[in-house]
């Protein structure tokens, strides 16, 4: 299976923001639903954002307000705007592509390798 690829990932200061991007090599995102997830330590997994063919988006609670998720098809990438970030947005942020729309990790394929967020003081 074609890894997507995360970058963007780095230590930010609580309220400060951060702009996670993912591409893939060897097909086209925006064929499929592109989500975001993210996985602290001794957690599992969790869908963040996830964002259609259409350009219709989807967020958890906690994000809602905060994260922006966004679509470049031109250079089929997908982007993670977080903003007002805080020390529990803390993780290792991974993107994945779904035939459906969800956010149930289950359902989603072509995992990439992830890109560490950090927020601390």
């Known amino acids: 299976q074609s890894e997507l690829v995360e970058s963007g990932g780095g230590l930010v200061q609580p309220g400060g923001s951060l702009r996670l991007s993912c591409t893939a090599s060897?097909?086209?995102?925006?064929?499929?639903?592109i989500g975001w997830f993210r996985q602290a330590p001794g957690k599992e997994r969790e869908g963040v954002s996830c964002?259609?063919?259409?350009?219709?988006?989807k967020y958890i609670a906690s994000v809602k307000g905060r994260f922006t998720i966004s679509r470049d098809n031109a250079k089929n990438a997908v982007y993670l705007q977080m903003n007002s970030l805080k020390p529990e947005d803390a993780g290792v942020y991974y993107c994945?592509?779904?035939?459906?729309?969800?956010?149930?990790?289950?359902?989603?394929?072509?995992w990439g390798q992830g890109t560490q967020v950090t927020v601390s003081s």
């Open positions: 060897k097909f086209t995102l925006n064929r499929y639903v």
């Open positions: 994945a592509a779904s035939a459906v729309w969800t956010l149930d990790t289950t359902m989603y394929r072509n």
């Open positions: 964002i259609g063919s259409s350009g219709v988006t």
